[in-house]
């Protein structure tokens, strides 16, 4: 089957190796030339995967029967709507539907519309006043967000990054530089607990889910430092974390497939593709953080290099709508995701230096690379501003993993860093305590 990828990151390497593993037929549409992705592929373009009208002309040229969409951009551009109108097979949601992430005004609402647990206390508004006397009245801290997307970075949170009168001027900024590219803010309770990410494979009806993963969004070792993409996650044997629950997985899963209903009652449309639900496990049960519309990125990775089904199957359903519960099934191992990123990221980081990823070494060690924001120039392999290669270490603990996805961060050559204790024992029980003494 020919397959097309959409993006150029370590998540669409990891799709793109995963349709190949099992045996499609790749062509790429990306930004930059990812060499991961470039090497695997029958034939790849580079263009601009924001314009639905030049990804469905490479489409139409080359026979495309089935097309996986891996960022968010192209899916709130409307890719996923002019590749499916013209009748190939989509693994990414519509427009309308994407604005579950896409929108963050839609998606709460929704949320509240339709009863669906797990919906923290929010506001959505349209002007600073009524947002600053909401900020005023609320007696705690707030997440505040654009409600538009920002790459991830435009959440602040009260209590750690601003006090209250920061709020206040950070919601101003947001309206006053159109932050999100939507004239909105939504503002809710700040949720306390241990975070965890469950991705879904949906096929419009059915919602099959992987192995629950956490994700370190700080910069540097034991949670401190800048936001930043996500620097490490890990996963671990079975669908379970260490310091969560079955009934936080079945909680989450459930909230999950009301959303998937809930989003077509709303939209008309039906939801195809990814949906990477981003929860809380909190004192009171498992809240939604947020919704995206694609697969994680580190958190892909980790599901994707223990995948027992075949990826083109499991595409070929979830854009035909005819996935089943038991299409999805995962190889019972650990998975320990660490990224290598150039000194100074996020804030500062040193741009364009070459790098060199001894594939064979990482391999034989039982890890998967993956490239990243990288691009191949001239045979020579250079970095970006964000983050350049990842290496999944897979075995039967989480902390072998860890061994493994550590001892490969000596197999990549260039100026990078990474954090040393993702995966490891310490940190482990660090989130276990933490559990317990949120649980009581
Ligand atoms: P997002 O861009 O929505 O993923 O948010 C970025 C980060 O902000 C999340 O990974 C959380 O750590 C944090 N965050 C977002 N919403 C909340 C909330 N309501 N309470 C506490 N932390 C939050
Ligand atoms: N790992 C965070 C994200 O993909 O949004």
Do not use: W
Request: proline content about 4%.
């Amino acid at each position: 089957m020919r397959v097309l990828v959409v993006g150029n990151g370590a998540r669409e390497h990891a799709i793109a190796k995963a349709l190949n593993d099992s045996g499609g037929e790749l062509y790429g549409f990306m930004n930059a030339v990812n060499p991961g992705i470039s090497r695997i592929c029958r034939d790849y373009t580079v263009g601009d995967i924001l314009n639905p009208g030049k990804v469905f002309e490479y489409s139409r040229k080359k026979g495309v029967e089935l097309a996986v969409i891996g960022p968010e951009a192209p899916l709130g551009a409307g890719v996923a709507d002019a590749l499916e109108d013209a009748g190939i097979l989509c693994v990414g949601p519509r427009k309308s539907p994407a604005r579950l992430e896409t929108d963050k005004s839609f998606a709460r609402p929704l949320m509240q519309k339709y009863n669906i647990r797990g919906c923290p206390a929010f506001g959505v508004f349209d002007n600073k006043e009524d947002a600053c006397s909401y900020i005023d009245d609320f007696g705690g801290d707030l997440a505040i967000k654009p409600a538009g997307l920002t790459g991830g970075k435009g959440v602040a949170i009260m209590g750690e990054h601003f006090d209250l009168d920061g709020a206040k001027k950070y919601v101003c900024e947001i309206f006053d530089t159109n932050m999100g590219k939507i004239p909105k803010v939504v503002l809710e309770e700040r949720l306390v607990g241990e975070e965890f990410t469950l991705q879904g494979f949906v096929d419009g009806k059915t919602v099959v889910g992987a192995p629950m993963v956490q994700d370190h969004k700080r910069a540097y070792d034991g949670d401190v430092g800048p936001n930043t993409g996500g620097m490490g996650s890990y996963t671990d044997k079975g669908y379970i974390l260490p310091f969560l629950t079955q009934k936080d997985y079945d909680d989450g899963l459930a909230i999950m497939r009301d959303t998937i209903e809930a989003v077509e009652k709303e939209t008309g449309e039906r939801y195809r593709g990814f949906l990477y639900g981003q929860f809380m496990a909190t004192k009171d049960g498992v809240k939604v953080i947020e919704y995206n519309a694609r697969l994680g990125d580190p958190e892909a990775m980790n599901i994707l290099s223990i995948l027992e089904s075949s990826m083109v199957d499991v595409c070929e359903k979830i854009g035909a709508g005819s996935l089943g519960e038991n299409d999805v099934s995962f190889k019972n191992n650990a998975t320990v995701c660490k990224y290598l990123v150039p000194h100074g990221y996020p804030t500062n980081p040193l741009k364009n230096l070459e790098i060199n990823v001894d594939e064979a070494k990482i391999k034989s060690a039982g890890a998967i690379p993956y490239y990243a924001a990288v691009r191949e120039e001239s045979g020579k392999i250079l970095t970006s501003s964000s983050r350049a290669v990842a290496v999944v270490g897979v075995s039967d603990t989480i902390e072998a993993a860890e061994k493994i996805a550590e001892e490969c961060m000596n197999y990549v050559d260039g100026n990078l860093i990474h954090r040393k204790d993702i995966g490891t024992k310490e940190l482990i029980k660090k989130r276990i305590d933490h559990m317990r003494q949120i649980r009581g």
